[in-house]
T-cell receptor, first 116, second 113 residues
């Protein structure tokens, strides 16, 4: 009953360092996405994927990279961390079947990232 | 593009009373869903209620109900008999099946004892 698993939960980076936030889901969902949450700005979409091998940019993609080699995993890479990337990051997975009213997004527990 | 407006950054309510959180949105889609998610201090995002836009009947889940006005593109959340555990951030999110949930900026609700 794992759902969406995000690691790590907390991370401190120095400016210029790179790192990967991990996200895995065990619900066989086609759709996965990454959001960042900043005070007063809600959740903003960074990147999303509609299936293995397919990714696209969201609202705030600059400075982030993603790949989707399997249905289960959707890692988010920070190429060269900047203080502006200090935020809480959420991974989500979802499904959508036309006519099925049970569509829902499932979220990981979030990663609090601080870039100093 | 979809936009979402939650015009109440913060609200408070006495325990056992009723509170309504507002949300307006803009979309060019005809078929879509609307969601309210709750984020307690634990940071976990929890689905509160969902509404299919093609259904005229307002959704209800226990103490939570919505007032969905499709023509006005309004989707408010009513919490009845508020409990201390309802203290959280609440996010409105329309979803049109384009694989992207678009979230509002949230309303921070505090339930007072």
């Amino acid at each position: 009953n794992a759902g969406v698993t995000q690691t790590p939960k907390f991370q401190v980076l120095k400016t210029g360092q790179s790192m990967t936030l991990q996200c895995a889901q065990d619900m066989n969902h086609e759709y996965m996405s990454w959001y960042r949450q900043d005070p007063g700005m809600g959740l903003r979409l960074i990147h999303y994927s509609v299936g293995a091998g397919i990714t696209d940019q969201g609202e705030v993609p600059n400075g982030y990279n993603v790949s989707r080699s399997t249905t289960e995993d959707f890692p988010l890479r920070l190429l060269s961390a900047a203080p502006s990337q200090t935020s809480v990051y959420f991974c989500a997975s979802s499904y959508f079947t036309p006519g099925n009213s049970n569509t829902e997004a499932f979220f990981g527990q979030g990663t609090r990232l601080t870039v100093v | 593009a979809q936009t979402v407006t939650q015009s109440q950054p913060e609200m408070s309510v006495q325990e056992a009373e009723t509170v309504t959180l507002s949300c307006t949105y803009d979309t060019s889609e005809n078929n879509y869903y609307l969601f309210w998610y709750k984020q307690p201090p634990s940071r976990q995002m929890i689905l509160v209620i969902r509404q299919e836009a093609y259904k005229q009947q307002n959704a209800t889940e226990n103490r939570f109900s919505v007032n969905f006005q499709k023509a006005a593109k309004s989707f408010s959340l009513k919490i009845s008999d508020s409990q201390l555990g309802d203290t959280a951030m609440y996010f409105c999110a329309p979803y049109s099946g384009t694989y992207k949930y678009i979230f509002g900026t949230g309303t921070r609700l505090k339930v007072l004892a």
